[in-house]
Each structure stands twice: as structure tokens, then as C-alpha cells.
């Protein structure tokens, strides 16, 4: 018996890994620690929407947003709630507003693009490079008009985007460019952090991501301005810029994105073990691209000469014309064999009902239709070729190859993968 050709799953052999592979668990005796320090002061958040020095919260949220400084290199932080929160605080800091357009990815969590319309401005939706899946730049400056003032970049999946081509876009028309750091957390271009290139970052803490706090998110900037309206943002702002002497007052509707001293408490934690994390997955992702990358129609994950990836999930393409199986198949057979992986990613965003039916804010069609707003924008199925085809036909994920995973357990992964191709003749025989 050999291993690599043994008789798939799918078509009646043994799956080669039956019990599902072990969760993610960063949660340690660290954060208990932590934790248990914040319970014992009896006071769970400092945050007065009132102007005070707690207006900007209490000691372990300003121990974390110092600590994200120091760690990514950059100027201010400000903690939040959720990256929705942070993306929708970093809209609303920039003085983007009705009428506006805004650049946007289609290809992400729809927080990316929906934080624009909270804003009343209108997403536009650029098309990604097939190997990084990031925003391109030429589709980028396509879609610039007269009423463009912001790009938001998302490092998908944990690979940047190319920043120097987009900032140079960024200054040639006086764009802002906010850069969706959810998934990438410790990924480099150019020996740069991603977060920290454009004028605003954000970074998630949500519950999925390398490293957590349940809920959370931190906004980055160099710009002192910037911070102060972020954080006035994050705490009511409205009530507190005539006290505190603020006077450019667009956009200073404040919220409650505060975030409380138990979640910074853990976030303090996990980022000192975001290094270890992010090694452990390198070493897991470089074993399975050396194993996939030889194997006819599968292409692992493109990583930029200029590029640290930090893979948040482990993305590949199929070519079916050499490798003779649908994705469907392939997915299935993977699935069958006790290695999962998932088709397509996200659906293109601008195919939500949103967007297809232009329905928001009340039924009549505002912000899309809207005295304030004169372009044209399109949602029609076609704008954005490379993400439609990447989701209906080539791309499928997974999210597991990470610690507490071991090379051997990637090694299997890679055996699955032998295994399918090898048959792939009688696998398709096997549906028609
Ligand atoms: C997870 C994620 C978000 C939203 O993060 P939350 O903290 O859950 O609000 C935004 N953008 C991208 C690219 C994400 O992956």
C-alpha cells in the first residue's frame, strides 16, 4: 500500500484524518492572570462620555493602545469594540460624508465597504490582483472621480496589498487611504507593518482572528489630529467638542465603541504571543505550499518578493484544465478525507441585496440616490471580473493550517490532496 495512492474517500477508501483537527486556543494562564487583576479593582471600564481625563479611557486600555504602538510603530492607537466600529470610526475621522465616493474592496468582510454608507458616501467597488487578492491599483485609478476621496486597502488573508503603487495613487488625487489590517497583523511590505502605512489602520480582536480579546479592534494613526477625532468618535462626541474646544465639528457624532478594561486586560496578552503565533503558522504554510506546489492545477498561495504573508487563512486556486476535477469535487473529496476547506471565500460584495436593490437608510434609496450625490455609480454582476471568477470557480480556503496543528498533520493534508488527483479520472467517472 502506498499512502499517496491509496483509494480516496471519496470514492469508499479510509479517510485519512476522521476526528476533526483540534481548535485554536490561545486563551491561556496569562490572560486568567489578567483578568482576575482588572476583577479585583472592582472597576470593568474607566470610560465618562464627559470631557476628563477618563474620556480616553482607563489604565489597561491606554497600557494596550501603548503597547499596539510600540509594537507596530506607530504614533497613536485607539482601542474600539470591534474593527467594524474601527473602520467605521476611521470613515467618519476622515470627514468623508453624503455624496462622497469611497474605493473599497469587494472581496472581504462587508464591514470594509458597508462602513462607507454608515457615513451616507457610496462604496466603489475597484477589482483585486488574481495572485495577491488584494485592491489593484489600475483597477483603482479606474474607478477614481471627481468625487473620490478615500481607498481602503484590506491585506487579505494576510498578504499585503501593493502599497507603494496605492499610495502613489493616494497622493497623485489627495486621497485619504485607510488600510483593513483585520488579517493582517504582523504582515510586512517592504519591511514596513501593515496598518501603519497609509493615514489610518485597523486591526480586529474578533473572537476568529490570529490573536483575540472575544470582541475587539484598534485604530492606528501617525496623525494626532486623526486620533483625537477617533477617539471622540469612539466616546460620544457630540457632547463633549464644545467643552473641549473642538472645532471642526463634521462627522463628530459620537458612539459607544468604548472598550472595556477586561477585553484590553487580554489584549495586552495575546499581543506579546502574536510573534510566537504568527512563526508557528509560517512554518505550517511553508511545508503545505512545498507540498502542493509541484501537484498539476493546484496553486498555492503567491507571496510578493517585497511581501511577508501571515496567512490568517491558507488560500489556494485550482486550474481544473490540468488537474481534471471541478473545485466542487475536489472540495468535497478534501472534505471526505477529513481536511477542510471552503469555496469562494465571500460572495462579491456589491451582489448583496444592499447594494443590487440600492435599499438603506429608509425606502428611498438613499444614500445611493440622494440630492447630495451626483455620480453613477454600477453594482451590475460583471464590475469586477477577477473576484467574480476567483469566487465561482478558482479559489477555496482553509482556515485550519495553524498551531496547535503539527507538520505531520500537514503532511496529511498534502497526502489528501495525492491521493484525489491521482484518482481524479474515476472521481469524476464517479458523479457523471
Ligand atoms: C474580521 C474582519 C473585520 C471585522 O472585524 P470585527 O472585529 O469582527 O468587527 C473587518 N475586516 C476584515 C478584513 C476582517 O477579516
Known amino acids: 500500500m502506498n499512502a499517496m495512492t491509496d483509494k480516496p474517500a471519496i470514492l469508499g477508501g479510509k479517510p485519512l484524518h476522521p476526528d476533526p483537527f483540534p481548535a485554536y486556543i490561545t486563551i491561556g494562564d496569562e490572560e486568567k492572570k489578567a483578568v482576575m487583576e482588572v476583577m479585583d479593582t472592582g472597576v470593568l471600564s474607566h470610560f465618562y462620555g464627559s470631557d476628563s481625563p477618563q474620556f480616553f479611557g482607563g489604565p489597561k486600555v491606554r497600557a494596550l493602545e501603548d503597547a499596539w504602538c510600540e509594537r507596530f510603530g506607530s504614533a497613536h492607537a485607539v482601542a474600539v469594540n470591534s474593527a467594524t466600529s474601527a473602520l467605521m470610526t476611521a470613515v467618519g475621522a476622515l470627514g468623508i460624508g453624503a455624496g462622497d465616493e469611497v474605493i473599497v474592496s469587494p472581496y472581504t468582510m462587508s464591514a470594509s465597504a458597508s462602513c462607507v454608507l454608515v457615513y451616507n458616501a457610496i462604496p466603489v467597488f475597484a477589482d483585486i490582483d488574481p495572485s495577491t487578492f488584494c485592491l489593484d491599483p489600475q483597477s483603482i485609478r479606474e474607478r477614481i472621480t471627481p468625487r473620490t476621496k478615500a481607498i481602503i486597502v484590506v491585506h487579505l488573508f494576510g498578504h499585503p496589498a501593493d502599497m507603494d503603487a496605492i499610495m502613489a495613487i493616494a497622493k497623485e488625487h489627495n486621497l485619504a487611504v485607510i488600510e483593513d489590517a483585520a488579517q493582517s497583523p504582523g504582515a510586512l511590505y517592504k519591511n514596513r507593518e501593515t496598518g501603519t502605512i497609509g493615514d489610518i489602520g485597523v486591526f480586529s480582536l474578533n473572537c476568529h482572528k490570529v490573536i483575540q480579546t472575544g470582541e475587539g479592534g484598534i485604530l492606528t494613526t501617525n ?8 477617539q471622540l468618535i469612539r466616546n460620544h462626541a457630540e457632547a463633549v467638542v464644545e467643552p473641549m474646544g473642538v472645532e471642526n465639528i463634521v462627522n463628530m457624532l459620537g458612539w459607544n465603541y468604548r472598550m472595556t ?59 481544473s484544465s490540468q488537474c ?19 469555496e469562494g471565500y465571500t460572495e462579491p460584495l456589491y451582489l448583496q441585496p444592499l447594494y443590487q436593490k440600492r435599499i438603506l437608510y429608509g425606502d428611498k434609496g438613499c444614500p445611493f440616490t440622494c440630492a447630495c450625490y451626483d455620480g453613477d455609480v454600477s453594482y451590475k454582476r ?32 498534502v497526502t489528501a490532496f495525492k491521493r484525489i488527483l491521482v484518482h481524479s479520472d474515476e ?6
Open 261 to 319: 478594561e477586561i477585553d484590553a486586560a487580554i489584549g495586552i496578552e495575546q499581543l506579546k504571543k502574536l510573534d510566537l503565533l504568527t512563526e508557528t503558522r509560517l512554518q505550517l504554510t511553508n511545508r503545505l505550499t512545498d507540498g502542493l506546489k509541484e501537484l498539476p492545477g493546484i496553486i498555492p498561495p503567491y507571496v510578493h518578493p517585497d511581501a511577508r504573508h501571515v496567512y490568517y487563512v491558507y488560500a489556494v486556486k485550482i486550474d
Open 382 to 413: 460583471g464590475i469586477c471580473p477577477v473576484v467574480e471568477r476567483l469566487y465561482d470557480e478558482e479559489l477555496f480556503l482553509t482556515e485550519i493550517c495553524r498551531p496547535p496543528l503539527t507538520t505531520e498533520d500537514i503532511d496529511l493534508f
Open 427 to 432: 472521481i469524476q467517472a464517479s458523479v457523471t
Open 223 to 230: 496623525n494626532k489630529d486623526l486620533a483625537l477625532r477617533a
Open 324 to 342: 481534471n476535477l471541478p473545485r466542487d469535487l475536489l472540495v468535497k473529496a478534501l472534505a471526505l478525507e477529513g481536511i477542510p476547506f471552503w
